[in-house]
């Protein structure tokens, strides 16, 4: 067998072309096969026909047809959040424009640890990071791999302001990521506050501060996970300001409503927090991974700086070559930023306002239904695109058994959620193509599957 084609050098485009189109073929053919939101027939299925198309893992003698098989089985076998019935999670439908600037990440392959494997994937990152940053009304971002690492950097660099005494405070309602960093960080245990309604509750709040006597991380929610809700953030951060309290907020899934005039506004406290979480594979239209923390104050990133001599060996720095080491806790480090600078320069602040007005908006549209419809209750109205119902006078098991019946029949993917202590459907608008239509839909295959 000849050597492979590479990615990159003088050669790689025309290497790649022919690729690139056996993968959309493939794209397509999967696509048309799988013919819905997800594959039908539940994971012994899927499990089935990816063997199948797999054949042996490591052959002795390789496929070229591999590319087609596999691609096609991954399309075939996708729970696609381009479907507009696909709608459980906080997994968005990637951008055309964002996906194909990926691709030029893949076949450059810069990697951020150091400015001689990333010239120029380094000044983009150090500009667009800055800039996000800003639009959060702090001072600068570190790229991450979505809101848990963004979540577990906001706790370390508190610990390293504060001590390993630190606690986190946080609400029911937080991800659990954040409890999770406080483990994995040898923190004590956080103090975690009821949340009735899913939200951080100030009274609740102010108690625990005053109880409190060591350092305190605050940790409030710009988009909770489960039912898109948004704590109080003003009120929180007037009672961190004055119990001395450090205050991180997750905004993994509401930062997007930055790009909003409509929506912007309910973000109001944001740049008071001294790390912000930010995560553009949800609100953002982003291939994972598009995380970052945006910091208040740059000079405490000073506690990831690293020195290795291979990547940033003194005398390199003092000649002016950045240092690039201190800007993540990893080492080989994907330029994730290009796809994100890609989307920014070519929908702008407009471009990206718009679909977070048309998928909240259309959020509202499927809520109104629902309250309009007797066989089915609404939990609220949704505050960013998270709708939460059920049908009416069902047990939870039966709510269960729906959302995993829809799954099994491949006809739609729906979340869960329990709050106020019973078990919701949920369905999280991130589709900017989705239509009225096709939640009346999604309404009416839930109807269907219920049992009388
Ligand atoms: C509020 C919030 N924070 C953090 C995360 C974790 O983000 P990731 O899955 O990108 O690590 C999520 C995930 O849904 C989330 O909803």
């Not at 509750?201 to 988009?223: F, H, I, M, N, W």
Request: net charge negative; with cysteine; charged share 20%.
């Amino acid at each position: 067998m000849s050597t492979p084609p590479l990615a990159s050098g003088p050669e790689g485009p025309d290497a790649l072309r022919p690729l690139l189109a056996t993968v959309l073929d493939a794209l397509a053919a999967g696509t048309a096969e799988r013919g819905g939101p997800l594959p039908a027939g539940g994971p012994d299925a899927v499990t089935a026909r990816v063997a199948a198309a797999l054949g042996d893992p490591l052959p002795d003698t390789g496929d070229p047809h591999a590319l087609h098989a596999l691609v096609r089985a991954l399309a075939a076998g996708a729970a696609d959040p381009a479907d507009p019935l696909c709608a459980a999670h906080l997994h968005c439908p990637p951008l055309a424009v964002a996906t194909a600037a990926d691709l030029a990440a893949s076949a450059l392959n810069p990697s951020l640890d150091s400015w001689d494997q990333a010239p120029a994937a380094s000044a983009l990152e150090a500009a667009v990071t800055r800039a996000l940053a800003r639009t959060a009304g702090l001072a600068d971002a570190l790229v991450t791999t979505g809101g848990t690492e963004s979540n577990q950097l906001a706790l370390l660099l508190a610990r390293e302001a504060h001590g390993s005494d630190l606690r986190l405070v946080c609400c029911a309602g937080a991800h659990h990521s954040l409890p999770r960093a406080a483990w994995l960080l040898g923190l004590p245990a956080p103090v975690v506050l009821p949340a009735p309604r899913g939200t951080l509750d100030p009274a609740a709040l102010a108690e625990a501060l005053t109880a409190l006597t060591g350092p305190v991380l605050v940790a409030a929610t710009a988009g909770t996970t489960d039912a898109g809700l948004i704590d109080p953030l003003p009120r929180i951060a007037a009672l961190c300001a004055a119990h001395g309290a450090r205050l991180h907020i997750d905004a993994a899934y509401g930062g997007g409503l930055l790009f909003s005039d409509r929506h912007r506004d309910r973000l109001a406290g944001l740049d008071t927090a001294h790390t912000v979480t930010l995560d553009l594979h949800k609100l953002g239209w982003q291939p994972a991974a598009a995380g970052l923390l945006a910091v208040a104050r740059p000079d405490e990133l000073a506690t990831l700086h690293q020195r290795a001599d291979y990547l940033n060996a003194p005398d390199d720095t003092e000649a002016g070559l950045p240092d690039l080491l201190g800007r993540s806790p990893r080492t080989t480090r994907r330029p994730d930023i290009l796809k994100i600078a890609v989307t920014l320069r070519t929908l702008g602040r407009d471009g990206l306002g718009a679909l977070v007005d048309h998928v909240c908006a259309r959020a509202h549209e499927f809520a109104a239904l629902i309250a309009a419809h007797p066989g089915f209750e609404l939990y609220d109205r949704p505050v960013i695109s998270t709708v939460l119902f059920r049908p009416a006078a069902a047990a939870d098991d039966t709510v269960a058994a729906v959302r995993r019946a829809l799954l099994h029949q491949g006809r739609a993917v729906l979340g869960r959620a329990r709050l106020d202590g019973r078990l919701w459907l949920k369905a999280t608008v991130l589709n900017p193509r989705s239509r009225p239509d096709d939640l009346a839909r999604l309404l009416e295959l839930v109807e269907g599957s219920t049992p009388g």
